[in-house]
């Protein structure tokens, strides 16, 4: 279990859920969560709420049933890296996950084609989302439909002072997405190695849509005690790191080969 899920879903998002904000903060409480966060979401996800619904949350209540509560959004990362709400609204939220979902992105990696194209068009399009200022999260990056290069992501994410998200949804039995051998795990342990080699903090989630797995985590807990990841560099612990100020993305780095390359996913 953690205290601290900044990666949950309503019904708001549009699936998995029919629970209500209350509905959430309840169960954070009956877990003994002392901090959620809400993230539903962005528009161009199929029957997500819209940019209106975001603008709200500003008077959404602070605490409920004794849980503190932020309000974010898990926004699109669109072809080409821009992402599916304005800058004006992302402006007034606590924080901005970033990730990659079809739809609506237009192509996925299936295993077949010549993986570089994905990874080059991936690598660039997160770095593009990066360079938004506004981006405090990538979320799960660890998916193989959207391989990308983990050199030159984590170089960025060191950059500019942007989180890294261990998801525990994408680790569980239906979760992302074993593409041609290539494995979620296996995604995460190399990032994760990277990560603390790095300096980069990570953000472990349960992306519980509904109320169900809020606070649930042991997957990804699991990989993290492996790689003894320093604690100080997890924001389930130090919330606080979701306040380090941005820096911004001087440019994207050149590709680094080194030994985890290979033939893993996330070269
Ligand atoms: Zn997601
Ligand atoms: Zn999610």
Redesign the pocket.
């Known amino acids: 279990m953690i205290t601290v899920d900044l ?1 949950t ?1 309503t019904i708001a998002s549009g699936h998995g859920s029919t629970a209500t904000i209350g509905q959430m903060a309840r169960a954070a409480s009956e877990r003994g969560l002392r901090l959620l966060g809400i ?1 539903d ?1 962005g528009p161009a996800t199929p029957g997500a709420a819209f940019s209106s619904y975001f603008q709200n949350l500003a008077f959404a209540p602070r605490e409920h049933f004794g849980v503190r509560l932020l309000y974010g959004v ?1 926004a699109n990362i669109l072809d080409g890296g821009g992402l599916d709400l304005d800058n004006s609204v992302l402006a007034r939220l606590d924080y901005v996950i970033a ?1 990659m979902h079809r739809p609506p992105r237009s192509v996925i990696y299936h295993g077949r084609d010549d993986i570089e194209a994905y990874r080059d068009r991936n690598t660039k399009d997160y770095i593009e989302a990066m360079s938004n200022p506004l981006v405090r999260i990538i ?1 799960h990056p660890d998916n193989s439909q959207f391989p990308y290069c983990v050199h030159r992501l984590t170089d960025a994410a060191a950059e500019c002072k942007v989180i890294l998200e261990v998801n525990e949804a994408s680790l569980g039995p239906d979760g992302y997405h074993r593409v041609a051998g290539l494995d979620t795990e296996q995604n995460y342990r190399i990032l994760i190695k990277l990560c603390k080699k790095k300096g980069i903090p990570l953000l472990i989630s349960s ?1 519980s849509h509904g109320p169900d797995r809020i606070g649930q985590a042991d997957r990804a807990l699991f990989l993290l005690r492996e790689q003894d990841f320093p604690r100080d560099l997890l924001v389930n612990e130090h919330p606080e790191l979701l306040s380090v100020p941005r820096q911004p993305l001087r440019s994207s780095q050149p590709a680094q080969t080194g030994p985890d390359t290979g033939a893993l996913p996330l070269s």
């Open positions: 990666h879903h993230s979401h898990e990730s979320g992306d």
